[in-house]
């Protein structure tokens, strides 16, 4: 976790364990800033990538909205329909 440097303080290492061993879903965290709950998800996905992640938790990381996230996984699903 050198890459982080100080930016990965006990706070977001309880939240990376909580997340790895009982789940949850930290994008409904809204006491957690962006930056915390973007970075303890960075983590999880480097030590554990096959980890499932909750469509708020793919909308904190990529930065939208999830009604935006929702949005577009919609629109994506309907044009592989139409693509077959």
Do not use: C, Y
Request: proline share 2%; no cysteine.
């Amino acid at each position: 976790m050198d890459l982080f440097g100080d930016s990965v303080t006990e706070e977001v290492k309880q939240l990376v364990r909580e997340r790895v061993l009982w789940g949850g879903n930290l994008a409904a965290r809204k006491e957690l800033s962006k930056a915390t709950v973007k970075l303890a998800l960075l983590i999880v996905r480097h030590i554990n990538p096959d980890e499932e992640m909750t469509d708020g938790e793919r909308a904190s990381l990529m930065g939208i909205a999830p009604n935006t996230f929702t949005k577009i996984k919609s629109e994506r699903q309907f044009m592989r329909l139409v693509n077959r």
